[in-house]
C-alpha cells in the first residue's frame, strides 16, 4: 500500500509541476469539473476493483481529484478581490484541509464497517454532485 501511496503523490508532484503548461485555458469550473469526473471514476474504480493494475490507475487518479481540485481553488481565490481573498482562502483551509477531512473520515470509517469495500461506491456518489455544482463565476488564468 506504501507505494501505491507513493505514487499518488508522485502523480501530484508532476501534475503541480506542469499544471501551468497543462491548464493554461482552463478556468476554475473546467478543473473543478475534470477534478468531479476523476473523483467519480476514482472512487468507482475502487469500488468496482481490487487488482492491482486497477488500484495503480485509481492512486494516479488522485491526482486528479486533489492537486486538481486545489488548482481550481486557487484560481477562484485569485480571481477575487480585496477581502474576499482572505475570506476565500481561511475558508478554503479550514474546511479543505481541516474540518471536512475530520468530518468524512469518521463518515467513511463508519460506512466501511458496514459496508465494507461498497463504501467507495458511496464516496463515487458523494462526488458526483461536484460535476454540476461548480461557481458560476469564471475565474481568470
Given at each position: 500500500m ?14 503541480f ?11 476554475a469550473?473546467d478543473l ?5 469526473v476523476c ?22 487518479l ?14 477562484y481565490i ?6 474576499d481573498?482572505?475570506r476565500?482562502?481561511a475558508?478554503?483551509?479550514?474546511v ?9 473520515t ?7 464497517q ?12 458523494v ?15
Open positions: 506504501g507505494y501505491l501511496w507513493s505514487l499518488g503523490v508522485v502523480a501530484e508532484v508532476i501534475i509541476a506542469l499544471s501551468k503548461k497543462l491548464f493554461r485555458r482552463f478556468g469550473r473543478l469539473l475534470l477534478s468531479a473523483g467519480v471514476a476514482r472512487w468507482g474504480i475502487m469500488g468496482w476493483t481490487t487488482e492491482l493494475p486497477w488500484l495503480i490507475v485509481a492512486q494516479i488522485h491526482c486528479g481529484t486533489f492537486t486538481v481540485c486545489h488548482l481550481a481553488a486557487m484560481r485569485a480571481a477575487r478581490e480585496g477581502g481573498v482572505i476565500l482562502q475558508v478554503y483551509s479550514a479543505a484541509m481541516g474540518g471536512s477531512i475530520a468530518v468524512m469518521v463518515f467513511a470509517g463508519f460506512l466501511y458496514h459496508l465494507g469495500h461498497g463504501v467507495f461506491w458511496v464516496m463515487a456518489l462526488a458526483l454532485p461536484a460535476m454540476f455544482i461548480r461557481p458560476k463565476v469564471a475565474a481568470r488564468a
